[in-house]
C-alpha cells in the first residue's frame, strides 16, 4: 500500500476576475499550482501525483514524466471523481486531496495529515475564525461562537476505499471532500491547520509589500585564447572574454542588478577576484547562488531588462537561447527577460571589438499573501 496526492486545478477562478485563472497567475516567480507540485515532489511521501487541470498547455515538460496529468470536470466534485476513479488502480491506502489555490501549505501539516490518517478514516486541517460570526437563517440573525466554527483548510486525507464508496455515489455539489463524509455521519478527524495556508480567491488576496529597482553594468576586455560566454551561453568566438571568473558581462550584469536592488551588496563583495577558489568559475554557478540567497530571503523578480552592448558577435543570433538560458538559471518564466543587443557604432574600445559590455535594470518584490 502507498500514498497518492491529488491536486485539484480545474477551477474557472470566477471571483478572481481576471483574465488568467488564478492557479496558473504568477506568484513568486512561478505559477501558484507549481508551488504545490514541487513540494509534494520533495517530499517524497506520495508514490502517485495527480494532477487535476483543463489546461495541460501550462505544465512544463519537467513534471509530466513524474505525475499524471488529468482533464477536469465542470464542478469540483466532478473533478476530484476523476482523480479519485483513477487512483483506484493504483491500490493505495491513502489520498490527500489539496487545492491548487493554496500554495503556502507545509509539509509539516502534510505529514502531520498522513500520520492522523493512522487511526481515521478522514481528516481535515482547520483553523477557528478571528471574525466575529453572524448567521442569517429566515430572515433571522443569530451570533454563532468563534471557536466552534472550523474553516477547513486542505490537504484533506482520507482512507481510499471509503472517499472512493462515498464519492461514487454521490450526487450533489460540495465544496470539499470531508463534506462527503459529513453528510453519510462518518466520523472526520480535525486537526490544526496553519494560518499561512489561505486560499487565493480574489486578486487582492496576492499583495506584495514593495518593490525596489536595481542597476547592473559590467565589461571586460576581449582577447584571444579565452572563451565567450554570453548568459550563461558558450558562444562560438575567436576572441573571448578576459577576467577572473569565465567573464560572462550578461550574468554579471544581472547579477549586481538583482543584488543592488535586494540591497546585497554587489558581485565583487560576494565573489572576490581575489580569491582563488573564483579563478575560472562560471557565472552560473555564482548566479545560481545569488538566486537562492534573495528567495531564502522572499524576493523575487519581476523582471530584467538587459542591453548587450558589443560589435561583434550580432546578438540577434543568439537572443532566444540566452533567454532561455536566464529563465532556466533565474527561474523565472522567459516572458520575464528582454534582450536587447547595441553596438556603439564602431566608436571606442567596443566599436573596435576591444570589448564587450551588459548593462541590466530589474524590478524586484517582497510578496506577502
Known amino acids: 500500500m502507498s500514498n497518492c496526492f491529488i491536486i485539484l486545478a480545474a477551477g474557472q477562478s470566477k471571483r478572481f476576475k481576471s483574465i488568467n485563472l488564478k492557479q496558473y497567475t504568477y506568484y513568486r516567480n512561478r505559477p501558484v499550482f507549481e508551488h504545490t507540485l514541487d513540494k509534494v515532489l520533495e517530499c517524497k511521501l506520495f508514490k502517485y501525483i495527480i494532477l487535476v487541470t483543463n489546461k495541460k498547455s501550462f505544465i512544463k515538460k519537467?513534471?509530466?514524466?513524474?505525475?499524471?496529468?488529468?482533464?477536469g470536470g465542470k464542478e469540483r466534485s466532478d473533478s476530484s471523481l476523476i482523480a479519485i476513479k483513477y487512483a483506484k488502480r493504483f491500490r493505495v491506502r491513502n489520498i490527500l486531496i489539496h487545492d491548487a489555490a493554496r500554495p503556502n501549505f507545509s509539509l509539516k501539516?502534510?505529514?502531520n495529515v498522513l500520520f492522523s490518517l493512522k487511526k481515521n478514516k478522514a481528516v481535515v486541517p482547520y483553523i477557528n475564525s478571528t471574525d466575529a460570526i453572524k448567521y442569517n437563517f429566515k430572515k433571522s440573525l443569530f451570533n454563532l461562537r468563534k471557536e466552534n466554527i472550523y474553516l477547513a483548510q486542505t490537504p484533506q486525507g482520507f482512507r481510499f476505499k471509503d472517499i472512493y464508496k462515498l464519492a461514487k455515489k454521490n450526487k450533489n455539489k460540495i465544496q470539499d471532500e470531508s463534506s462527503?463524509?459529513?453528510?453519510?455521519?462518518?466520523r472526520?478527524?480535525?486537526?490544526?491547520?496553519e494560518i499561512e495556508n489561505t486560499k487565493i480567491?480574489?486578486?487582492?488576496?496576492?499583495?506584495?509589500?514593495?518593490?525596489?529597482?536595481?542597476?547592473?553594468f559590467d565589461v571586460?576586455?576581449?582577447?584571444?585564447?579565452?572563451?565567450?560566454?554570453?548568459?550563461?551561453?558558450?558562444?562560438?568566438?575567436?576572441?573571448?572574454?578576459?577576467g577572473h571568473s569565465d567573464g560572462d558581462p550578461v550574468l554579471h550584469a544581472i547579477t549586481d542588478a538583482i543584488l543592488g536592488a535586494c540591497k546585497k551588496g554587489d558581485i565583487g563583495q560576494k565573489f572576490s577576484n581575489k580569491n582563488s577558489k573564483y579563478k575560472n568559475i562560471r557565472s552560473t554557478i555564482l548566479l545560481s547562488r545569488v538566486i537562492k540567497e534573495v528567495e531564502e530571503n522572499s524576493f523575487y523578480i519581476n523582471n530584467l531588462d538587459i542591453n548587450i552592448i558589443t560589435q561583434t558577435p550580432k546578438i540577434s543570433k543568439y537572443k532566444h537561447k540566452i533567454v532561455k538560458s536566464i529563465s532556466d538559471i533565474c527561474g523565472i518564466s522567459k516572458n520575464k527577460?528582454?534582450?536587447?543587443?547595441?553596438?556603439?557604432?564602431k566608436l571606442g574600445l567596443i566599436g573596435k571589438e576591444k570589448a564587450i559590455a551588459c548593462e541590466v535594470i530589474t524590478s524586484i518584490s517582497k510578496?506577502?499573501?
Open 62 to 71: 519537467k513534471y509530466l514524466s513524474k505525475i499524471k496529468v488529468l482533464k
Open 109 to 111: 501539516l502534510v505529514k
Open 337 to 345: 527577460i528582454n534582450i536587447k543587443g547595441k553596438t556603439t557604432e
Open 220 to 242: 571586460h576586455r576581449l582577447v584571444k585564447g579565452r572563451k565567450l560566454y554570453l548568459g550563461g551561453l558558450d558562444i562560438k568566438s575567436s576572441l573571448g572574454t578576459l
Open 180 to 186: 462527503l463524509f459529513i453528510n453519510n455521519n462518518y
Open 367 to 369: 510578496y506577502d499573501l
Open 188 to 193: 472526520v478527524k480535525f486537526i490544526k491547520g
Open 201 to 216: 480567491t480574489y486578486k487582492s488576496d496576492l499583495k506584495y509589500i514593495s518593490t525596489f529597482y536595481g542597476i547592473g
